[in-house]
């Protein structure tokens, strides 16, 4: 490993466990139906259970949902807090043999991939690597996602816990940790995680750029379209066939083309974004979110599918037209609104450390949305990932040490 240029003693761990944590493929897999859906993010989680268990932490185990828990015993009175990190990496991209590299001391250049000579990434790109110039970057090669996303969190969250077993002088509270397997896939939290991990509060390590302390997300619904044509020998077909391919033309032609896509909104404006669509003349299946920031946003876009599923049935009574909608996670904002009290802590504790705490919505979830909306308040705090779930996925080693100081921060002042 080339040498790091940072003298803060976090680094080469942090360096070291990313990069080793990103070779070990953990993709998750929507389409599965079992829990975890995929057995290789198990491999994660072993090897977890082994460090864990030898850096010292207590009750460390391995649920039958996938997840692994541990506990670092407390020093000191305060409130039980909670830390999270998820191991499995998004099934947009390839996730198969990332061969992570660290570039030591970036120079504020444009970054090429060893294994893609024609992927380049730019500030121009990324703005944020102009504030990144002098720091220790890790990529991957060029033909696969990295996966900070979020080992990154993975590898603060252990590193923290590593010092903080180490040094049973530094006071805290009882801290627990957990792991989570197919957060990518919005099925990251089992319903018995909440009691399972018996804390006042938690935080999850899976934002982006420093400073970051977030407590408002996307709420969420997956939704699922399926056409039934009729199956007729093309030779014979006229007046008889439905083709279930045309039908979905139709339909992709039928939703909003100038706005409620995810490449023509940001900020605060929600989406329906096609993910997948799959099939043959016979019978199509097409999968799609819905985002939002608001509930009734977020109905009014299940709204307009059912519309354009209705229209389309009318339109052709011999298919047979089904759409399902279904729930995956609520904006945290509506329960943590109620109770400051760990977004506060945070923001308090990023400020002790001389990082500037900045709230903005997450245009995504965390395993926070679904922890807060079934009673546990999670906000999410940054790791330092960007351009997540892409060849161009990157990372500052020195944004993960200011990680693992606000973990260690968050515990201090919480025993106060």
Not at 160 to 188: K, Y
Not at 230 to 250: D, E, F, Q, W, Y
Not at 364 to 392: A, V, Y
Request: proline fraction near 7%; glycine fraction near 8%.
């Amino acid at each position: 490993m080339p040498e790091l240029t940072s003298a803060d003693p976090f680094c080469p761990e942090l360096a070291d466990r990313l990069m080793r944590y990103a070779a070990i493929d953990s993709q998750s897999d929507d389409d599965s139906p079992t829990a975890p859906s995929t057995a290789i993010q198990m491999d994660m989680q072993h090897l977890l259970l082994r460090e864990l268990a030898e850096i010292g932490a207590k009750d460390v185990r391995l649920t039958d949902y996938g997840t692994v828990l541990a506990t670092i015993p407390a020093t000191a009175k305060g409130p039980t807090i909670g830390f999270l990190a998820h191991v499995d990496t998004a099934p947009q991209y390839n996730a198969t043999g990332v061969k992570p590299r660290l570039i030591a001391r970036y120079n504020g250049g444009a970054i090429t991939y060893p294994d893609a000579p024609d992927l380049v990434l730019s500030p121009e790109e990324s703005p944020y690597l102009l504030e990144k110039i002098g720091d220790d970057l890790i990529t991957a090669s060029g033909t696969t996602l990295l996966g900070a996303d979020d080992k990154a969190g993975v590898a603060i969250l252990m590193t923290a816990a590593r010092r903080l077993l180490s040094h049973p002088g530094q006071p805290h509270g009882e801290i627990r940790l957990a792991f989570t397997p197919d957060e990518e896939i919005g099925r990251g939290v089992d319903p018995r995680l909440p009691a399972d991990m018996g804390c006042d509060f938690a935080y999850t390590f899976d934002g982006g750029r420093a400073g970051e302390v977030e407590y408002e997300s996307f709420s969420a619904d997956g939704a699922t379209v399926t056409l039934t044509g009729v199956s007729v020998h093309p030779g014979l077909a006229k007046g008889k066939m439905v083709n279930a391919i045309t039908l979905a033309g139709r339909f992709l032609a039928m939703l909003p083309q100038q706005s409620m896509l995810p490449e023509l909104t940001a900020d605060r404006e929600g989406f329906i974004h096609t993910t997948e669509l799959t099939g043959g003349s016979s019978e199509v299946t097409i999968k799609l979110i819905l985002r939002d920031f608001e509930r009734n946003g977020l109905e009014a876009k299940g709204d307009i599918l059912r519309k354009i599923c209705e229209a389309l049935a009318l339109a052709e009574p011999n298919a047979t037209v089904r759409c399902e909608i279904r729930p995956q996670y609520r904006n945290m904002r509506y329960w943590l609104e109620k109770d400051m009290t760990p977004v506060d802590l945070a923001r308090d504790a990023c400020r002790s450390l001389g990082i500037a705490p900045v709230s903005v919505p997450i245009r995504g979830g965390t395993d926070g949305s679904r922890l807060t909306e079934l009673g546990l308040p999670c906000p999410n705090l940054f790791t330092g990932m960007q351009e997540i779930h892409g060849p161009k996925e990157w990372i500052s080693v020195q944004d993960m040490a200011a990680a693992t100081r606000l973990c260690l921060a968050i515990t201090a002042r919480a025993s106060r």
